[in-house]
């Protein structure tokens, strides 16, 4: 079994590299070769599964030197950031939505077609919700980074009815905690706030405490994405695009949690000066019913208490009780 | 006023470029240079407006050169059809999806954003469609044709919203009559129908008798297109893709409306062979309710009488009465 990660040095492709080589197998199968790219590539602990690939998904040659001897799953992850991509439009184009092209037509094979796990965004809907949401709500991105998004999701779709590429595609919610650094996200105040209140440090939050966000721990995302991969008895021309459960939260309610495992006393640490376009695209999400998504067996961090555990990797205080 | 029409040569291209040349102007100011590409260019009356430009769209050293001097309004028509396009996919993919990504990239300039209408299909919706539809109805493409045309209207809309390509998408249905002959439309039947019927010649159709269909003639439609470049006041980020306005009609209304005008007698000339593939892509379309491209001032041809008379440029025989 090969399996490639795009973005494999990115904040999930750190997670899901580590948990698949822990695991040591995908979809029944031994895990024989990790193959990871990235334009750089951290210390990853010596394994002798793992092959690195430092340079671009947009060096279209390297792919196909990477894909040379075959794969079997790969889980597409890189993506230039929401902010960033929309600052920088041309980067954005080249790598979310051509190199991502280029990445699935490399992969097209009718005779064996390799799952493509797809790291998608909620980003596609745009900021003009409806009240109460679900599955199917009309996609509008108000992003360029949000129509790439979706436009690789067609693209995926396609060769799956064509029975090409054996393709999946979740759209991720604000995966939380990432490290506590500039990343180009609109939405990193997600994850900033969780980092600060963790380490005592003052914040403030540009969204209002009643803004409601989708909330999800990188770990739970993981979980995910190998749930995406092993899934069996998909019709080719089945749906493919899954909007993952999310854990519809304000965030008054994550401060409630984080006050509850690190002191009421650090609220005061937390101070809000809304930014209104924040606020619009990030801080007004409604509820969000994924049934058909919780059907095929994709979750969330089940509540407030476990996102903060998850995303801060924290032990299990109710197991120590 | 300069105006580029890509698949100049093709069965809407040629009745657009000569209905512009006739009306002289478009938005209100005279047409000055009209830009014809396409990979063939039968003969046009000689004009000094005219610029021909012979080539494809996948060259995009060609198309360079072509948008060189300006461009106000480009008409993006050119496209390998449906069945053309299942069959060879990568010549698909490279004129439908990635020759027109180009086109777009190359057309953006936010000091003074080109107007760009493109015909986009009904077949974004797939062959799912809901019993009652609408303009907001869910796109689930069953044909490459289709996802790739989706993929370039989100492509279209970023760029609108963006400010730098000023977008419209057309969704056409089947436009009618097309020249009998081989085109490697999937709807071609829907053409070849009205056709044999005024050449009273035998025609097996490949839907049954009730088989439900979307209709517009290329008259109609050419003046929907025209329409669409001349509509004003649209915010750039207002929605950019309409259906188009289309006659719900089987084909037994279609031949009632043929035999009124050719003759009860050649109704024995129409047989019926019903190809189950064709018969859901495009012998099951339901209703659809189009407010929103109605009140912008979109039209279908009125009736099937009326469908077929300017379908098949027939005189208006109610004038004559």
Chains 1, 2 share one sequence.
């Not at 590429?165 to 995966?175: F, K, N, Q, T």
């Not at 999800?216 to 695009?241: F, K, Q």
């Not at 209104?276 to 409604?286: K, W």
């Not at 059907?295 to 995303?311: P, S």
Request: hydrophobic share 45%.
């Amino acid at each position: 079994m090969r399996v490639l990660i795009t973005g494999a040095n990115g904040f999930l492709g750190r997670q899901l590299a580590m948990r698949l080589l822990a695991r040591g197998q995908l979809c029944g199968r031994a895990l024989d070769t990790l193959l990871l790219l990235d334009t750089q590539l951290d210390a990853f602990a010596a394994d002798p599964r793992l092959r690195l690939h430092v340079g671009s998904l947009t060096d279209y040659a390297l792919v196909r030197r990477v894909l040379a001897d075959g794969v079997d799953v790969v889980f597409h992850l890189v993506s230039v950031p929401g902010g960033a991509a929309e600052q920088a439009y041309e980067v954005g184009y080249q790598v979310n939505l051509m190199a991502s092209l280029e990445l699935l037509d490399q992969l097209r094979d009718s005779s064996c077609p390799p799952v493509l796990v797809y790291a998608s965004s909620v980003a596609v809907y745009g900021s003009e919700l409806p009240a109460r949401m679900n599955e199917s709500a009309i996609t509008r991105p108000q992003l360029s980074y949000g129509a790439h998004k979706l436009m690789v999701e067609t693209a995926l779709c396609d060769l799956a009815r064509r029975g090409e590429v054996d393709g999946r595609a979740l759209r991720l919610p604000g995966i939380v905690a990432r490290p506590w650094q500039p990343n180009g996200l609109r939405s990193a105040f997600m994850s900033d706030v969780l980092q600060a209140y963790a380490a005592g440090q003052p914040y403030t939050c540009p969204v209002s405490p009643q803004a409601t966000a989708w909330w999800m721990s990188a770990h739970c995302c993981v979980g995910n994405l190998i749930h995406a991969a092993e899934l069996t008895g998909l019709p080719m021309d089945s749906e493919r695009v899954w909007q993952l459960p999310v854990l519809h939260l304000s965030l008054s309610q994550v401060i409630d949690a984080l006050a509850k495992r690190f002191g009421e006393h650090r609220r005061g640490l937390v101070s809000f000066a809304p930014d209104p376009e924040l606020q619009a695209l990030f801080g007004a999400m409604p509820p969000l019913k994924t049934t058909r998504s919780r059907a095929a067996g994709f979750c969330h961090d089940g509540n407030a208490a476990g996102l903060v555990r998850h995303a801060l990797n924290l032990p299990n205080t109710r197991v120590a009780l």
